[in-house]
């Protein structure tokens, strides 16, 4: 079984990558941004929960997200594993992964992180935003207080890993087939330990 958790800043190609890694690998996709919205869709009692928080611009709290990835995780186990994209984003919510997998007697197989230059991200992620419409692709002050919010509260979980030996770097710049194979061969590589 695989565990990969894709790392990254906004504007890394996570979600671009993640599609051709499960294609490739066969591993589930867990998003928590598809996680919320279908406990949001299906109104869920953690779905309920969490739109409160949500509709007040509240983050929402790590115990409704864990428990909505521990549920994913039990209607969606398999052989080959998952593809955390999103989660975790915290060391507390990294702790909770671990307990999870626990559970079936497996583990985060590596963090894999797509490392890319603030100055890149900025034009990718403007590029993005004329396209996806979406507001906070479209002003690079917002774009560089994402960076600043990742860099802050995001990125110290590379080093929750790192203490591990479970963080590998991927240089994320160069053609989407570039970086395929560069995950590619991360991926075999810690997955033959």
Do not use: W
């Not at 428990?67 to 909770?96: C, H, L, S, W």
């Not at 992964?97 to 992620?125: G, K, P």
């Not at 560089?144 to 591990?164: C, G, H, I, Q």
């Amino acid at each position: 079984m695989i565990n990969i958790i894709l790392f990254g800043p906004p504007g890394a190609g996570k979600g671009t990558q993640s599609a051709r890694l499960i294609e490739k690998y066969g591993l589930v996709h867990l998003s928590t941004g598809d996680v919320f919205r279908y406990n949001i869709k299906n109104q869920t009692e953690l779905g309920v929960l969490a739109k409160s928080f949500i509709d007040k611009g509240q983050l929402v709290p790590d115990e409704v997200t864990n428990q909505m990835v521990k549920d994913f995780i039990a209607r969606n186990n398999n052989d080959k594993g998952f593809i955390f994209d999103g989660y975790p984003r915290t060391i507390a919510q990294g702790e909770n992964l671990d307990r999870v997998l626990e559970e079936y007697q497996a583990n985060v197989t590596s963090m894999i992180a797509l490392e890319v230059d603030e100055d890149e991200l900025v034009i990718r992620l403007l590029e993005r935003g004329k396209s996806s419409g979406r507001p906070d692709d479209q002003n690079e002050a917002i774009i560089r207080n994402r960076f600043k919010v990742y860099n802050d509260e995001t990125s110290p979980l590379a080093n929750f890993y790192a203490k591990k030996g479970k963080f590998v770097a991927v240089k994320g710049k160069g053609s989407i087939d570039e970086i395929f194979q560069n995950l590619c061969k991360a991926i075999d590589g810690v997955s033959q330990l």
